[in-house]
C-alpha cells in the first residue's frame, strides 16, 4: 500500500494555503490589521530607545559603540521577529491541549507542528521584522566596517541561526506544555527575555548570567559572530572558533527541539472532550 504520508513538498504546500487562509480571514478587518502591524513597528521602538537612552550617558558600554550595539540589536530583533511570525505560534499548544482541540491536529496527515504553525499564523506581527531590518539597514551603515562579500554572508548567516535558535526554544519552551499546561511565563522568559539578552554585548553582564546565555545558546545570535564582523577581541578570552560555531549550535538547538517535541507527543493523552 502506498505511503499516506505527505512529501514534505506537498506538506509546504498544505501549510502555504493554510497561511494565504490566515492572513485572506485577517484581511477582512483590514483597519485591524494595518493598525496593529503598525503598533507592532512603532512599539518595536522602545527597545532600541531604551539603547539610546543608556548611551546619552555614556559614550561607549563595554567598549561597544551605539552604532555596534544597534548592530547587535538588529541581527538579533530580526532573527526574532521572523521566528515570531512563523514559529511563535507553536505556544498555542497549551490553549489546545487545555481546551482538548489539539487532537484534531493528530488526526491529520501533516505533522501537528506545521499545522499549528499555519492554522495560528499572524502576518500582523511582521511590523516587528520591518522595525529590526530597518535598524540593521542604518547600523550597517554606521559601524566601522570594510564590508566585503564574506561578512555580507556573516550577516545573513547570523539571521539565519539565529532564527533557527529562537524558533528551537519555542517548540522546546513551549512543550512543556505536553506535561504541565500553565507554562507562558516560563517560555518568555527564555523567548523575549532571551531577544533581550541578545541585544547587548555580553561583557555587561555577571558571569552566570553570560555562562547560561552561551549555554541556552543565545549568545551564538549575535555576539560571537558580531566579533568577527566587527573586528573586535573577546575580553574573556573565548576560542576564535566560537565566532564560526553557529550553524553547529543552530542544527543541535534544532534537533534538541524535534525530540522534546516528538517526545511529548508520544506523551500526550487526549482529554476525551
Sequence with gaps: MADATPSIAEQATIW????????????QYRTSFVLFTVSQFVAA?????????????VDRLAGWSVAEVAFLY???????????????EVEFVAHHIRHGSFDRFLLRPVGPLLLLSGHEFAFRRAGKVFQAAL?????????????????????????VVGFLIFSGIWVVTSSIAFWAVEI??????????????AHYPMEIFSGWLRRLATIV??????????LWVLGRNDPHGSPAWLRFAGPLVAAGVVLVA????????????STGS
Design 217 to 226: 545558546p543565545l549568545a551564538f545570535v549575535s555576539y560571537y559572530p558580531a
Design 184 to 197: 507562558r511565563e516560563v517560555a518568555n522568559s527564555f523567548t523575549y527575555g532571551g531577544n533581550f539578552l
Design 258 to 269: 524535534r525530540a522534546v517535541w516528538s517526545s511529548g507527543i508520544r506523551h500526550y493523552r
Design 135 to 159: 535598524v540593521l539597514a542604518v547600523a550597517v551603515t554606521q559601524v566601522d566596517v570594510g564590508w566585503d562579500a564574506a561578512r555580507v554572508a556573516m550577516v545573513v548567516q547570523m539571521v
Design 16 to 27: 502555504r494555503k493554510l497561511v494565504a487562509a490566515r492572513i485572506r480571514a485577517d484581511w
Design 45 to 57: 521602538f522602545v527597545d532600541i530607545a531604551v539603547v539610546l537612552v543608556l548611551f546619552t550617558n
Design 74 to 88: 538588529g541581527t538579533a530583533s530580526l532573527a526574532f521577529g521572523l521566528a515570531d511570525v512563523f514559529v511563535s
